[in-house]
Nanobody
Framework: QVQLVESGGGLVQPGGSLSLSCAAS????????MGWYRQAPGKQRELAAVFTSDGSTNYADSVKGRFSISRGNAKNTVTLQVNSLKPSDTAVYYC??????????WGKGILVYVSS
């Protein structure tokens, strides 16, 4: 059974930081990319950050310079360090993993709530 399990979300004050982690299990085959989408209340899901199989990273313009994504040596974990959080970062953050042939798996999502 494929599982992507996220952890590290919660309530944080503006300017604060969190570390979001995701671990994939039960996936047969090599994982190409891992990353995070997010969906704010009333908005469409958007790509926040991705770590690709060649080691490159991409970020949404709104998080560049504040978010940092890294991947574990075993290639089945990914961490998103989120700094200088703003209320506009409030969203459910979803971990994802992509495999060859356009297969994609999702985590259930974790809430990041930025408020004073």
């Amino acid at each position: 059974q494929v599982q992507l399990v996220e952890s590290g979300g919660g309530l944080v004050q503006p300017g604060g930081s969190l570390s979001l982690s995701c671990a994939a299990s039960g996936i047969i085959g090599n994982i190409d990319a891992m990353g995070w989408y997010r969906q704010a209340p009333g908005k469409q899901r958007e790509l926040a950050a991705v770590f690709t199989s060649d080691g490159s990273t991409n970020y949404a313009d709104s998080v560049k310079g504040r978010f940092s994504i890294s991947r574990g040596n075993a290639k089945n974990t990914v961490t998103l360090q989120v700094n200088s959080l703003k209320p506009s970062d409030t969203a459910v953050y979803y971990c994802f993993a992509t495999l060859p042939l356009s297969m994609m798996y999702w985590g259930k999502g974790i809430l990041v709530y930025v408020s004073s």
